[in-house]
């Protein structure tokens, strides 16, 4: 089982509209938490970076909430435009065999269509 | 430079035949991770380097695909025998205690 799940895997909307995605994770200890864009074919790129003590950052029409003690995370898309569909990945960073590392989601596939 | 390199950023190879895709991560990033991502699929983990330690490379689909990171520093993942399946963005990241990054990939395309 991924110590990282995101939900859902794919997504459809229509442009205008908002959408919420979901990022679960058992990554213990806990060091920070970053959502990226990917549009396809392109390396991804990062949306915002939370760490423990934060419970929402924005950055334009997206907003990042983390709720570091049930362990859950989501990304909120306001008025979403055809330039968001992409994925949407979610990298936990925690601590594994005495190094930091980083645990990776699957990702959600976002098609925002007009 | 200043962030993750990878190379080629585009490669189309014949089925059967062997490729090496090289990633040079940041200048002192102790961890070093590959992944692709298939058309119409996600992130899949491939391989995991960290300073000297033996590499996790439990992500690896199959024996005809490897990767080595010489000196700590340049990593290449080499895939024998390409096949169509192959065909993905194969992305590297490098990252320290402070912070990480990711290349902008490699396009493979397995004709």
């Known amino acids: 089982k991924n110590q990282v799940e995101q939900s859902p895997q794919s997504l459809i909307i229509l442009e205008g509209k908002n959408c919420t995605l979901q990022c679960n994770y058992t990554v213990s200890p806990f060091s920070n938490l970053r959502w990226y864009k990917q549009d396809t074919g392109r390396g991804p790129v990062s949306l915002t970076i939370?760490?423990?003590?934060?419970n929402t950052k924005s950055n334009g029409r997206y907003t990042a909430t983390l709720d570091a003690d049930t362990k859950q995370s989501s990304l909120h898309i306001t008025a979403s435009q055809l330039s968001d569909s992409a994925s949407y990945i979610c990298v936990v960073r925690g601590f594994s065999g005495g190094y930091n590392k980083l645990i990776f989601g699957a990702g959600t596939r976002l098609a925002v269509h007009p | 430079g200043a962030g993750v390199s990878q190379s080629p950023s585009n490669k189309v190879t014949e089925k059967g035949k062997d490729v090496e895709l090289r990633c040079d991560p940041i200048s002192g990033h102790t961890a070093l991770y590959w992944y692709r991502q298939s058309l119409g699929q996600g992130l899949e983990f491939l391989i995991y380097?960290?300073?000297?330690?033996?590499?996790?490379k439990s992500g690896l689909p199959s024996d005809r695909f490897s990767a080595e990171r010489t000196g700590g520093s340049v990593s290449t993942l080499t895939i024998q025998r390409t096949q169509q399946e192959d065909s993905a963005v194969y992305l590297c990241?490098?990252?320290?205690?402070?912070?990480?990054?990711f290349g902008s990939g490699t396009r493979l395309t397995v004709v």
């Open positions: 380097f960290q300073g000297n330690s033996a590499p996790d």
């Open positions: 990241a490098s990252s320290s205690l402070y912070g990480y990054t």
């Open positions: 939370m760490t423990f003590s934060e």
